[in-house]
């Protein structure tokens, strides 16, 4: 079955550092998302992306953060200038369509850890 | 933006009893999807409900959509260790997905 994959599995970034989490969403698939779960808490709602714009960003999603799809099969998530409570589990999904009948497919996930 | 609230928030059974979790949402709701995520795991798609009063079977799984399409449950009779995990309501967005704040369920051999 297609999946979704995420590399790295786990990063560890000084404070104030750059990250990039990257994502292979599944081939056929036009919308993509990037979540995050703080340790033990629920998943969060960060952006979706679709036809190479954002189409909703949720507020933690502020200008440290941004999306690309720099070519046709990764999708990126870079955080500019890291804060150790970016610390979290980062979900990438995709959809085939958009709308309130699709179901997302997540990858296994980025664990971020800043120092 | 939308929230819906699971309870409980934990849950721990013996090996063989049931498992419920409740969804609710303040507002009335398109649609409702469940996920679970394993231990160390990633979401993964259970089932989507659409019609008011819906209710609907996987195996062990029971699912049901309220009249009022305002709140939703998944019951799991007689639970097996392979069901330990967080249980996650979600619903649908134009263009996203609001997660509820999840039951983990522990399930005791």
């Known amino acids: 079955e297609p999946e979704v994959t995420q590399t790295p599995s786990h990063q560890v970034t000084q404070m104030g550092q750059e990250v990039i989490l990257r994502c292979v969403p599944i081939s056929n698939h036009l919308y993509f998302y990037w979540y995050r779960q703080i340790l033990g808490q629920k998943v969060e709602f960060l952006v979706s992306?679709?036809?190479?714009?954002?189409?909703?960003k949720s507020e933690i999603f502020d200008d440290q953060f941004s999306v690309e799809r720099p070519d046709g099969s990764n999708f990126t998530l870079k955080i500019r200038s890291t804060k150790l409570e970016d610390s979290a589990m980062y979900f990438c999904a995709s959809s085939v369509g958009r709308g309130r009948n699709e179901k997302l497919f997540f990858g296994s996930g980025t664990q971020l850890s800043v120092l | 933006g939308q929230q819906v609230m699971q309870i409980p928030q934990y849950q721990h059974v013996q090996e063989g009893e049931d498992f419920t979790t409740y969804c609710n949402s303040s507002?009335?709701?398109?649609?409702i999807q469940w996920y679970k995520q394993r231990p160390g795991g990633h979401p993964v798609f259970l089932i989507q409900?659409?019609?008011?009063?819906e209710v609907k079977k996987q195996k062990r799984l029971t699912f049901q959509f309220g009249e009022a399409k305002k709140n939703s449950s998944l019951h799991i009779t007689a639970t097996q260790t392979t069901d330990v995990g967080t249980y996650f309501c979600s619903i649908t967005g134009a263009n996203n997905l609001f997660f509820g704040t999840g039951t983990r369920l522990t399930v005791i051999p």
């Open positions: 992306f679709y036809n190479n714009e954002i189409s909703e």
């Open positions: 409900l659409v019609k008011s009063g």
């Open positions: 507002t009335t709701l398109s649609n």
